[in-house]
Structures are given as C-alpha cells and as structure tokens.
Antibody, heavy 120, light 106 residues
C-alpha cells in the first residue's frame, strides 16, 4: 500500500546538523511532488519545504532558508531534508508528505514522523 | 503569506452530534482548501481537498463547503474515532499555511 517512512531523527546539540530521510513505497515516486512539514509537540503544523517530481522546483519556508535544504533520489524512492545550524526551536516531529496529483500542495499521504530534539 | 484562522479552537460534543468547524483565509483562495484530521500521537490524514471533495476512503459523514475566504467542515453523526484535532490548510500559494487547529473533545 501507499506508505511513507521517515528516519534519521534524534537528539542534537544546538549548531548541529542532521539529515532526515523519507522512503516511499506503493506508488510511482517520481510522479509526485513531496513536502516536509513539522510539528512542535502539542502545537500546530508548519510547512517546511516542497520539491518537485524531478527535483525542481524547490521551495523552502523563508524562515528556514540558509539552514535547511531538501533533495530527492528518485532511483531509490527517497526524499531528504538536510537540517543545519540547528536551534532549540527546531525541536519538532518532522513529517514527509506526498502532494496530491490534482493539487500538489494538498497532502494526501503522510509518514509517521520522526522526532528531532535540539537541546544542550 | 496567507493566514488561516480556525474557530473554535476546541469544542465538546457527544457521539451522534453534528459538529461544524470554521476556517477563514486572510485573502481569497478560491476553493484551494484542505481539511486534515490528526488523532493523538498520529500523523495528520487528509479528509477533504478542493474545499468540498472527499478524499478516498473518508466516511461520508464528513463534508466540506465554502469558497473565497470562508470555509467549513461538518461532521454529521460524530463517531468515537472522530475525537481528534482538525486542521484547515490553504493550497493556493507557497507557503502552504495551516490553521491553528480545532480539538474536538468528548
């Protein structure tokens, strides 16, 4: 069945770096735009990034430009989120999500999320 | 960025009730509005896209309406598994933005 599985979260110190992965299965990965969305525990949802089907276009939340980047490997059905210069306020559960075919910015499939904790 | 405002932020209801949640966009978004359900400890799941289109597999007791700036999600005949937090989200422009959520409690 259609599935997204994130991995790579963990406990980091401020200033650290991390790469999150999201592995897709059950659908033709290269046919879909992908996004990352995060959620501070107990809070709402914040969209982070979007990557087009072939790796472009790429869009990032303005507040995260310069620290986060996104990439994908269609040969391995993977999308990545690269987090640099991490801050305490980046602590959140990070979800990858598949964009809809009709409306790419409507997210029809979500992974279970991976927790990133930034603390000294 | 387009701001999305949901109300109420929480509500109490009983099994079998009809519940309506409202979402307002800071500028017109046509029908580029999605609704998600998030149960505790789980990822969000898509309920409605295009303001009123039911996503595959979503029970018909869920319905969405609206266009422009004002939207609503209605649950007809609340079921025990519907007690969750609901989010609206505009999908017209980058960045996609979410409402603050509405928690539906028993």
């Amino acid at each position: 069945q259609v599935q997204l599985v994130e991995s790579g979260g963990g406990l980091l110190k401020p200033g650290g770096s991390l790469r999150l992965s999201c592995e897709a299965s059950g659908f033709t990965f290269s046919d879909y735009h992908m996004s990352w969305i995060r959620q501070v525990p107990g809070k709402g949802l914040e969209w982070i990034s979007y990557i087009g089907r072939s790796g472009s276009p790429i869009h990032l939340a303005d507040s995260l430009k310069g620290r986060f980047t996104v990439s994908r490997d269609n040969s391995k059905n993977l999308v990545f989120l690269h987090l640099n210069s991490l801050r305490v306020e980046d602590t959140a559960v990070y979800f990858c999500a598949r964009g809809g075919k009709v409306v790419p910015a409507s997210f029809d499939t979500w992974g279970q999320g991976t927790l990133v904790t930034v603390s000294s | 960025d387009i701001q999305m405002t949901q109300f109420p932020t929480s509500l109490s209801a009983s099994v079998g009730d009809r519940v309506t949640i409202t979402c307002r966009a800071s500028q017109t978004i046509s029908k580029y509005l999605s609704w998600y359900q998030q149960r505790p400890g789980k990822a969000p799941s898509l309920l409605i896209f295009g303001a009123s289109s039911l996503y595959t597999g979503v029970p018909s007791r869920f319905s969405g309406s609206g266009s422009g700036t004002d939207f609503s999600l209605t649950i007809n005949g609340l079921q025990p598994e519907d007690f969750a937090t609901y989010y609206c989200q505009q999908s017209l422009s980058i960045p996609p933005t979410f409402g603050g959520g509405t928690k539906v409690e028993i």
